[in-house]
């Protein structure tokens, strides 16, 4: 006869438990970055809502940011750091190739010898890795996992830039996800578009630069793209993110989408009809885009700001080079 394997399964449902975040040390005003790209305060301003960007030291990593906030949403969930069996870390900043920053976080916050792994979705790697996370847990392969966002952008910023280098920040932002009684972490709606890779990325490949052919890397893009991609596409994937969750946009507590610039989070709202009730997460203005830690961290501090949200659901959507998004809807903790 032949052997049967066992395939285990998990907690029929799954949850946020807590939000962490860390932010780099240094606020970095508008007035410190227009004279490269002969611009102005009011400019910025106007085009993406930002007065002031978080930026880390030289010596501070995306690692260093990313423990950090691991460790403030362990501590917040009340789950024991020996009894995470995952973690997950969407960045674009990890110093090296290779080892991930999620095995060295693990470590750091004493979750050895839980299984790590980084993805790379840009902007929407945060809500990649609460899908996967939701994933593994459903499917017993997990108990409790952490989940990481965390960029140190200011690392390939070309000062001279006049499409991104002023929007972007530095920091992590990283939940607890674990079982639940109840639903608390929708479907995720995710994908990809290809043929839309120029549109925002790295403007030349690390081998260039070793052969001398190329300067430092640097992020580019190319603005209104991105813009009508992300506010008349993502809308659409917003509302499947919805309607996949079995509820109506009268039933969100709030909008948390990624903080690409304020224009696109208010034409982004004002698209999905979103009623007055819902709170929108609007961290970009002092914090700046960071990428994969935008979305927890807007959420750190929608709690912090409102704590009657507990309990309350919110829609989170991250979009950005790929391009790639990601869309669900969760409870918040």
Known sequence: MTPQLIQPTGAAHTRIYAYGAARGENAVPNEDLIEPINSSDEWIRQRTGIITRVRADA????????SDAAAEAIERSGVPADKIDAVIVATISNPKQTPSVSAIVADRVGANP?????LNAACAGFAYGVAQADALIRAGAAHYAVVIGTEKLSDVVDPTDRSISFLLGDGAGAVVIGPSDTPGIGPTIWGSDGSKA????MNHTLTEFRDGVAPWPTLRQEGPTVFRWAVWEMVK???QAIEAAGITPDDLAAFVPHQANMRIIDEFAKQLKLPDTVVIGRDIETTGNTSAASIPLATHRLLDEHPELSGGLALQIGFGAGLVFGAQVVVLP
Do not use: F, M
Request: hydrophobic content about 55%; aromatic content about 4%; glycine content about 10%.
């Open 237 to 239: 994937v917003a509302r």
């Open 59 to 66: 010596g501070t990593t995306a690692i260093d940011l990313a």
């Open 114 to 118: 839980a299984a790590a792994y980084d």
């Open 198 to 201: 120029d549109a925002v990325g």
